[in-house]
């Protein structure tokens, strides 16, 4: 699974990322255990390369992006962003990587300040990085942004309050953009939003690749996984703090191998009737651990209807099954 930390291919690789939460108790603040949010994590991401990352809520997704953008600091684990690593990079060092490096969030209501006008949001960028010459450059630079979003520049000085939730995450979209970033991280950048306003967020995203001068990278969050089919070059799929499966949505969809990736497909819905009558259901038992108290060996094997002794005693490895399928699986 691990690359070269010269190979100029990755823009991204993830090695064996944990993230825990300590967990303290009394007037001395204590620590009595860790909450294992991230537990193991890694894979590698490609320039240009759109890497979906799905999983049930609570898997621990949106912690894996936030640890990467550094907005967490990782217990341990290797984050090597353009060839360094900077998982311990103390925070005065971060600056240049937070201008390559920047996140979509899920809520468009409260990841805007209501204080600022949309141009300064999106213009904030802007001026902490020290990109623009002068006043001037810096309007012409918010109101190409404004445009390359479908947001008419005219629209600069209202406040959050006075646009919808597509018009709010367009503007979050916009800020992601100021400072021309390789990676732009996801978090679930349309579960807030309507049905029809989440096509064009996800068609905004889809050319955005291919209009600006940089290739654009990104890891999209979800658990929608019809979303993630239509956007994703490979898909992982979380469990727990633990990556399961990683392959093409392609081959995710038509022969998933953990059990796992096979119960959460089977809920989503077909929309033909006399498929959706005669398909088989897979579903799970009991309720998903916590990650306070993790299960031993497979995490997933209290719930895994194909469950062995083995299971308990022994972690899977993410290994390659065949054209990059990758399943951290004892039975498969």
């Not at 907005?71 to 353009?82: D, H, N, S």
């Not at 949309?118 to 006043?135: R, S, Y």
Request: aromatic content about 6%.
């Amino acid at each position: 699974m691990s690359q070269s930390k010269n190979n100029n291919e990755y823009l991204l690789e993830v090695k064996d990322l944990k993230m825990y939460f300590p967990v303290t108790r009394g007037l001395l603040r204590r620590k009595v255990a860790d909450v294992k949010a991230v537990d193991g994590v890694s894979f590698s991401l490609k320039k240009g390369e759109t890497l979906g990352l799905v999983g049930e809520s609570g898997c621990g997704k949106t912690t894996v992006g936030r640890t990467i953008n550094r907005l967490y600091k990782p217990t341990a684990g290797e984050i090597i962003f353009q060839g360094e690593d900077i998982a311990q990079l103390p925070e005065k060092e971060l600056k240049p990587v937070r201008r390559e490096m920047a996140m979509i969030f899920q809520d468009p209501y409260s990841s805007l300040d209501p204080r600022q006008s949309a141009g300064n949001i999106v213009g904030e960028p802007l001026i902490v990085h020290n990109i623009t010459k002068n006043k001037d450059d810096y309007y012409e630079r918010v109101e190409r942004l404004f445009q390359m979003v479908g947001l008419d520049p005219a629209l600069m000085n209202r406040y959050p309050h006075e646009f919808s939730g597509g018009q709010r995450q367009r503007i979050g979209i916009a800020r992601a953009l100021a400072c021309n970033p390789s990676l732009i991280i996801c978090d679930e950048p349309v579960s807030a939003l309507d049905v029809s306003i989440q096509a064009q967020i996800i068609n905004l995203l889809m050319d955005l690749k291919s209009e600006g001068d940089k290739l654009l990278t990104y890891i999209f969050i979800a658990h929608d996984l019809s979303v993630v089919k239509h956007i994703s070059d490979r898909v992982a799929v979380m469990y727990l703090g633990r990556v399961v499966e990683i392959t093409t949505p392609g081959e995710l969809y038509n022969n998933p191998l953990h059990p796992y990736t096979q119960a959460l497909l089977s809920a989503v819905p077909v929309p033909d009737p006399e498929i959706e009558e005669k398909r088989e259901r897979i579903i799970l038992e009991g309720e998903v651990p916590s990650p306070l108290f993790p299960p031993s060996g497979c995490t997933f094997h209290p719930r895994c209807p194909m469950a062995t002794p083995e299971c308990s005693k022994t972690i899977p490895e993410l290994r390659d099954c065949g054209n990059g399928h990758m399943v951290a699986c004892l039975r498969v």
